[in-house]
């Protein structure tokens, strides 16, 4: 028979060790191939679009990005200065590079306890979608728009996998999650946009009032009455901020757990955050320093792999190594392409040094799709620890597929729901005669 509650173990109270699962289901080979195919069709994306080389990069290689985040930021400058002369490069590219440095910089900045250095990567980050948006809009719309629509549908099977895995300890097929993650491809896409759709439209009121104040006398005087309902647009839109700042991580493991909608995902995601908002955060930090821990973990193999290859490949080539160095550098930790190669002198050389670019690319791929996978599922699990602590809902419980519910197949991740009870009353009937 089905208890009503859950057994009171020793030091149950404690669910924070259960972040540290996050790993061994990261590592998960499904949830990699997920990553892999969602990292490889945005970077192709970007590839693609960088054949028209816009952002503008001075002699020195200062880029006009570098320029954005700057102390004192003179980018229509730079523009115009080496607008004609300077050399151009893609938005893809810039922020990729300019991304996996102050990523890097920010994990290694944890061991150091450089709280500073830390927010300030942050925040860079941050700045560098604001000029992407600002200096090429119709790039980063389109950009942007294909790589949600990808992290949509990849994501949301990665959460639906990590769902069912912490839940139930079961590991469906890909299919099987690409099929959910399909039927609520919709859910998964407007989640994380509709906040700021809102937000927009509640700024439109302050908007609004700012243009009647160009209005002589009756438009100050207009702004003058009005602001407290100006002040009251902003505090809604300062809560949302922070609802969405702090909550964006649950919304896909809503969707992935309860089946449900967009507006379900962003309500339980701000509930959550608000009702327990210390407990929140004292998983996020959890999460955020075990993955930082991991990560570098992950480098490390990932370069100690590289390196062992080419000491062995190395012992093998004669001639002072002058070939192998000339279609694959040494790999270092802080470089594992191994871009300062010396350039091919013939065409077997070039078509051997290409070859073996896109392999080490893979290995690196696989390394960011495993911080892909790990995001996902570490705040999965704080989804279903948040879900416990507020709600008082079971870690094991699981929302089936509607899909499946409708009449389809079969399916390795559906999950039956326990019977509804009172948390007092008997069983129900059907529970009776079992």
Not at 120 to 144: E, N, Q, R
Request: neutral net charge; contains cysteine.
């Amino acid at each position: 028979m089905h208890e009503d509650k859950e057994p009171v173990l020793p030091l149950g109270s404690f669910l924070f060790p259960r972040i540290f699962q996050a790993f061994r289901m990261a590592i998960q080979p499904t949830k990699l191939l997920l990553a892999f195919l969602a990292l490889t069709a945005v970077c192709l994306t970007g590839r693609v679009m960088d054949l028209n080389k816009t952002v503008v990069v001075a002699p020195s290689g200062l880029t006009e990005l570098d320029e954005y985040v700057s102390a004192s930021p003179q980018v229509d400058e730079h523009i115009r200065l080496f607008g004609e002369t300077g050399e151009r490069t893609g938005v893809f590219s810039t922020l990729w590079h300019f991304g996996a440095k102050r990523f890097h910089s920010a994990v290694l900045g944890i061991p150091r306890r450089d709280s500073l250095g830390i927010f300030a990567d942050i925040a860079a980050c941050f700045a560098a979608l604001g000029w992407a948006f600002t200096y090429h809009p119709v790039y980063s719309v389109i950009l942007f728009a294909v790589t949600l629509a990808v992290m949509a549908l990849s994501g949301g099977a990665i959460c639906r996998i990590a769902a069912l895995q912490f839940a139930q300890g079961e590991k469906p097929g890909l299919v099987e999650t690409v099929r959910f993650s399909a039927a609520k491809f919709c859910s998964f896409l407007t989640a994380p946009v509709t906040p700021f759709a809102i937000m927009a439209v509640i700024g439109l009121f302050i908007f609004l009032l700012g243009l009647i104040g160009n209005i002589p006398i009756v438009g100050e005087l207009s702004v003058g009455l009005l602001l407290p309902l100006a002040f009251l647009a902003a505090a809604l839109i300062a809560i949302i901020v922070i609802g969405t700042l702090a909550g964006f991580g649950l919304m896909f493991p809503t969707i992935a757990y309860e089946d449900s909608d967009c507006f379900d995902a962003i309500s339980r995601a701000f509930s959550y955050v608000y009702a327990k908002p210390w407990r929140m955060g004292f998983y996020t930090v959890v999460a955020v320093l075990y993955g930082a821990i991991c990560y570098v973990f992950v480098r490390f193999f990932s370069f100690l792999l590289l390196a062992i290859t080419h000491l062995f490949l190395r012992i093998g080539f004669f001639d002072g190594n002058r070939k192998l160095t000339a279609i694959w550098p040494q790999p270092d930790l802080t470089d594992l392409l191994g871009l300062t190669a010396a350039q091919p002198t013939n065409w077997s050389t070039s078509a051997a040094a290409f070859l073996i670019y896109v392999w080490v690319l893979i290995v690196v791929g696989l390394m960011v799709s495993f911080v892909i996978s790990f995001y996902f599922s570490a705040n999965t699990i704080i989804y279903a620890l948040m879900r416990n602590r507020v709600d008082k809902t079971a870690l094991d419980e699981i929302h089936p597929s509607s899909n499946n519910m409708a009449g389809g197949p079969e399916s390795a991740f559906q999950v039956a729901r326990p019977p509804a009870r009172d948390e007092d009353g008997p069983p129900p009937a059907q529970e009776k005669s079992e």
